[in-house]
């Protein structure tokens, strides 16, 4: 599962990166800027979901031990 996590960041920083560089800063919510903004957006609440997805795993995995 940790595999899988670290994948679904690396993937969701990679779009976040992406979206940056389609961003047109004068016209930030203006047609394709737009969408990109909406991207990283996403992108940036995905890697937190699976951040604090990855930390319940681990409190999970003490609670165990």
Do not use: P, W
């Not at 960041?9 to 203006?30: E, G, S, Y």
């Not at 394709?32 to 990855?54: K, N």
């Amino acid at each position: 599962m940790k595999i899988f996590t670290n994948i679904l960041i690396f993937l969701a920083v990679a779009l976040i990166i992406f979206n940056i560089t389609r961003l047109d800063f004068k016209h930030l919510f203006q047609g394709d800027s737009m969408y990109a903004l909406i991207g990283v957006a996403a992108s940036f609440c995905a890697v937190l979901i699976l951040v604090i997805f990855r930390m319940s795993k681990e409190i999970e995995k003490k609670m165990h031990d």
